[in-house]
């Protein structure tokens, strides 16, 4: 458990397009929040730190040294959404403050809020927590581009190696590389047993294409249930040979003791199939642990079974340093920037896993509560369906604490 201060310094990245809007509602909610919940013994001391467009505009730098160095003097930040420049040698701006912080787990939990439209029948069925691995895979990987002498080679390699006739890959062809690491994956999957844990919760399954990947993707489920062996679980493996030798019956009665006595059950899912069982038996599922693209697919699939894409939190955070940024998931949406109607609940929620984290649940429980019963009464802003502005469904919130 981290340990906080009572007045701990929060740096904020305020974020570009709807930053500006949502940015200044949540920290009004929090500090209120804060402030029922400890009586003023307990206080955010907000720092803004410039990041993305903003901080082009205004230091000729997208991530400037100051961001930086509060970023690493101070464990927790929470930011907004940042446009990624399209020259400036980046990626992505948030690639590049996960990379630099090594913030290896993107922390996603999917719940439902009643009145919110959802595209399914059972929305409400739905509650899990995405872990998804945030430093490996594609998206620390290479790419060779068409034409590339690199991507010659590797495409020699591919015909001779393999010694299958690859007519169509010649010099035109581009070819990636990921790489995925044991260190990596099992950080990541102990977070997620350690989330687990912590919230009472029993399943935990590890998603992956190791049928067609072997070594990287069928890497991270072997290390995963390497993972498994060292904490108090029920794998699928031990369901599958009790059910080998006493059958289906007997296999189901261990798990169910299993669980009963605390345990939890671990099982692997293909990421296709695993799409697919989250739409049809989404309360078999609570925790997540997947790499870096899997995850990326899975978030937003879930996100919108819930009707939850512009109302998502998330988290980038490594669980060893204690280093965490807060994030509105959703873009800039430049459509509505500025104009004071965008729907600041994702950043909102992503606060109350900022308060989660820091232990200070009390006030996260008011926030959280406050906004469930704002959106059940339909006050909501317009991409709910309502007609609140961006300050107006603050209020409507600040009301209900
Ligand atoms: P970016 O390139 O930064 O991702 P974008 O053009 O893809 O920007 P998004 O932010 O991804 O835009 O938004 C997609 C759609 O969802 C837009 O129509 C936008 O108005 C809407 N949207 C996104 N966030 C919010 C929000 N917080 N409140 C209301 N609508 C939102
Ligand atoms: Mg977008």
Redesign the pocket.
């Known amino acids: 458990q981290l340990q906080v201060p009572n007045m701990p310094k929060i740096p904020y990245m305020t974020g570009?397009?709807?930053g500006i809007?949502?940015m200044p509602a949540m920290i009004e909610i929090v500090d209120t929040a804060v402030y029922k919940a400890y009586k003023g013994e307990r206080k955010m001391i907000w720092t803004e730190v410039l990041a993305g467009e903003k901080a082009f505009d205004e230091t000729g730098d997208y991530l400037p040294e100051a961001t930086l160095t509060a970023l690493t003097e101070n464990l927790i930040a929470i930011k907004g959404?940042?446009?990624?420049p399209i020259a400036g040698g980046f990626r992505s701006l948030n690639v590049t403050l996960r990379q630099k912080f090594d913030l290896f787990a993107n922390v996603r939990p999917v719940i439902y809020f009643t009145g919110v439209d959802s595209p399914v029948k059972h929305p409400e069925k739905v509650n899990m927590t995405i872990f998804r691995e945030n430093t490996e895979d594609i998206y620390a990987g290479i790419e060779f581009e068409s034409e590339s002498t690199e991507a010659l080679r590797l495409i020699e390699i591919l015909k001779t190696d393999f010694g299958i006739k690859k007519i169509r890959f010649d010099k035109t062809s581009a070819i990636g590389i990921k790489p995925v690491s044991p260190e990596g994956t099992k950080r990541l999957v102990r977070a997620a047993f350690d989330h687990a844990i912590a919230n009472g919760q029993n399943r935990l399954t590890l998603v992956h294409k190791g049928n067609i990947m072997k070594f990287t993707e069928g890497g991270f489920k072997k290390w995963g249930y390497e993972v498994a062996s060292d904490y108090p679980t029920f794998t699928v493996n031990a369901f599958n040979s009790i059910k080998a030798r006493q059958g289906i019956e007997a296999a189901k009665a261990a798990k169910d003791q299993a669980m009963a006595d605390g345990k939890i059950y671990v099982d692997d899912a293909i990421a296709d199939n695993f799409l697919q069982q989250i739409l049809l038996n989404p309360s078999d599922y609570q925790v997540v642990a997947t790499l870096n693209l899997n995850g990326d697919y899975i978030s937003d699939a879930l996100a919108a079974q819930v009707g939850g894409?512009?109302?998502s939190p998330g988290a980038n955070i490594n669980f060893i340093t204690g280093h965490a940024i807060f994030e509105?998931t959703?873009?800039?949406?430049?459509?509505?920037a500025g104009l004071g109607?965008?729907?600041?609940?994702?950043?909102i929620l992503s606060s109350v896993m900022m308060l989660d984290f820091m232990g200070w649940h009390e006030a996260g429980k008011l926030v959280k509560k406050a906004l469930a019963t704002a959106i059940a009464d339909g006050q909501t802003?317009?991409?709910l369906g309502g007609n609140l502005t961006t300050v107006a469904f603050m209020r409507a919130m600040i009301g209900k604490m």
Do not use: E, F, K, R
């Open positions: 570009d397009g709807v809007d949502i959404p940042l446009m990624t894409i512009g109302i509105a959703h873009g800039t949406a430049p459509d509505i109607v965008a729907n600041p609940s994702s950043l802003t317009q991409d």
